[in-house]
């Protein structure tokens, strides 16, 4: 490469059907932090990017915490939308999105009595450079594949000191 490089990850977007919904689940539930809302975007260079005349989106952003740089960007169509896809972590093209928790087991049981709907219960590691951390999926409204993840015992201990 000449001339220019990558230099951080700024957010993840994911398009959802009912942004009010997904305000609720991702601020009220998951306790992430409001960053940005715009409720009605309709810029001429947003239609160039996203490839839709006269798009009108709804915005919403989100930080894992009030510091952190990266950001999870919400978008309703308010016009163009389509429908929605089989969110299948199988699925070439799909993605998920993980997150890092302090207590993996008390973040589970605390979301699954306020209803989040989980693929399985929390799994331990067994194999690789995370072996004795804890995982688990979860679904967002829109079934977007979420993941917890509690690092092993010695990595926490790194991130401490």
Excluded at 23 to 42: E, K
């Amino acid at each position: 490469m000449s001339g220019w490089n990558l230099e951080s990850l700024h957010h993840l977007g994911l398009t959802v059907t009912d942004i009010e919904r997904s305000i609720r689940f991702y601020r009220d539930v998951l306790g992430m932090t409001l960053h940005r809302r715009r409720p009605h975007v309709d810029n001429d260079y947003v239609a160039a990017q996203t490839g839709y005349p006269g798009v009108v989106l709804s915005v919403a952003s989100f930080r894992v915490s009030p510091d952190s740089p990266q950001s999870l960007e919400i978008v309703q169509y308010l016009n163009h939308s389509g429908q929605p896809a089989d969110t299948a972590t199988n699925r070439p093209g799909n993605s998920h999105l993980c997150l890092t928790v302090n207590s993996l087991i008390d973040c589970y049981t605390e979301l699954k009595s306020k209803g989040v709907q989980f693929k399985s219960e929390p799994v331990t590691i067994t194999a690789g450079p995370n072996a004795g951390g804890l995982v688990v999926y979860f679904f967002d409204p829109d079934n977007y594949t979420l993941e917890l993840f509690q690092p092993p015992q010695s990595q926490q201990s790194q991130q401490s000191t």
